[in-house]
């Protein structure tokens, strides 16, 4: 697939969780794309519409993909309007034959005490901006927007974008429409297969699998399957210039790009209730012959490929916020690192943990880690070794 000229374009910002700059940077040095620079919760980068499209249709750990149409001053309700009102030709970017829903987030802002007054004023600023040009005014779906305008205020200064992730973040792919209770969000289970280190030519074991999530997660890494061929819409697709030629076009390359190779993804859980689930959505994400599930405990896992060279693996494991929950979780850690031990001599293990050092239970030496959030967790990634 050709690579987007890199280009003065758009400013842009793609969002991710807290934590996963580094991996989200990556992503999008790997597009080619220009002025890619880690931020909060994200990274910057300037493109054009094709830019903006691959960073949607190709990111595995981006949330949300911002088109930054400008700063605006948010001083007061007033100045906020006004720099709404001149922020863009807005009967351009939402006519009134478009929908729209406006999304604010506010810290730190004297002038708004709440995030609804804020959005509003977007809101009034951009319809009457529209009503004096064309005589009609756009109207508000908040569940199913054409145009998603997001206005991020801290301090004295917001940030007003459009989002070509649309309505729902782009971590929800679409293969999971049920999960099971702690689920991991798609984003992060893909960060964590790049932090593993996993080569997509070793085996990898999820022996706490879930609804699945890291297999699945996995499978898409290996056979080079960009996460926005599973999305049904994007939200991107439904502003005013879109060409749908074009996604066609940057569809079927994405398509022609993948692969049927895929090292062998074996899923095992204790509970019957939990595999359904997990074959349920390898079905739906389209990978039920790349992912294997059985049912079994962690605690007396064998080695299913000692043959093979060592590989990865990955597990989001129970961790209970009750004292007798924590340490039954710190046993079956403790009890899998002794499996690993045993077992998987020269593997890389890759967990998803609570901050307070828990990965000690696992006995492993620690290779890295990285803080994050999933959800309103704070959690972390680490890397931990299998000694040979
Ligand atoms: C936090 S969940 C994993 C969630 C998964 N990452 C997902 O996205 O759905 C932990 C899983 O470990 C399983 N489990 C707990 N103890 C186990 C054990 N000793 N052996 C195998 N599975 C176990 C539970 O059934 C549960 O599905």
Redesign the pocket.
């Known amino acids: 697939m050709s690579r987007p000229r890199a280009t003065s374009g758009w400013r842009c910002f793609a969002t991710t969780a807290p934590g996963l700059e580094p991996f989200l940077a990556e992503e999008l040095a790997g597009l080619g794309l220009s002025g890619v620079k880690p931020g909060a919760s994200g990274v910057a980068f300037r493109g054009d519409r094709t830019a903006l499209m691959r960073v949607c249709l190709t990111s595995r750990v981006a949330h949300r993909v911002l088109w930054t149409l400008g700063d605006v001053d948010a001083t007061s309700r007033e100045s906020l309007y006004k720099g709404v009102r001149a922020a863009a030709r807005w009967e351009g970017l939402i006519p009134p034959d478009k929908t729209l829903a406006v999304f604010a987030s506010v810290r730190d802002a004297p002038a708004f005490h709440d995030t609804r007054m804020a959005g509003l004023t977007v809101k009034d600023a951009i319809v009457d901006a529209v009503r004096d040009a064309r005589g009609a005014r756009p109207s508000v779906s908040v569940d199913d927007p054409d145009v998603v305008v997001r206005l991020a205020v801290k301090g004295a200064r917001g940030v007003l974008s459009l989002d070509g992730a649309g309505r729902q973040s782009l971590h929800a792919r679409g293969y999971r429409t049920e999960?099971?209770?702690?689920?991991?969000r798609e984003t992060i289970?893909a960060a964590m297969i790049v932090a593993s280190g996993w080569d997509a030519r070793t085996p990898l074991i999820?022996?706490?699998?879930?609804?699945?999530?890291?297999l699945i997660e996995a499978a898409l890494y290996a056979k080079r399957v960009a996460p926005g061929l599973l999305r049904e819409a994007h939200g991107f697709a439904r502003w005013t210039g879109h060409r749908q030629d074009l996604l066609l076009r940057l569809t079927s390359d994405l398509k022609r790009a993948t692969t049927r190779r895929c090292p062998p993804i074996l899923g095992?859980?204790?509970?019957p209730a939990?595999l359904t689930l997990a074959r349920a959505n390898t079905e739906r994400a389209g990978l039920p012959s790349a992912v294997t599930l059985e049912r079994?405990?962690?605690?007396a896992m064998k080695n299913p490929f000692p043959d093979a060279p060592p590989g990865v693996i990955v597990a989001?494991?129970?961790?209970g916020h009750r004292l007798s929950d924590a340490r039954a979780a710190s046993e079956?850690l403790n009890e899998l690192g002794a499996v690993m031990r045993a077992e998987f001599r020269g593997w890389t293990g890759c967990f998803i943990l609570p901050r307070d050092n828990v990965v000690r239970a696992l006995g492993l030496p620690i290779i890295r880690r990285w803080p994050t959030r999933n959800g309103a967790l704070e959690v972390e990634i680490v890397t931990v070794a299998v000694p040979r």
Do not use: F, K
């Open positions: 999960a099971g209770e702690a689920p991991l289970a999820d022996p706490l699998c879930g609804s699945g999530t890291l095992r859980d204790s509970d939990m079994g405990d962690a605690r989001n494991p129970p961790y079956l």
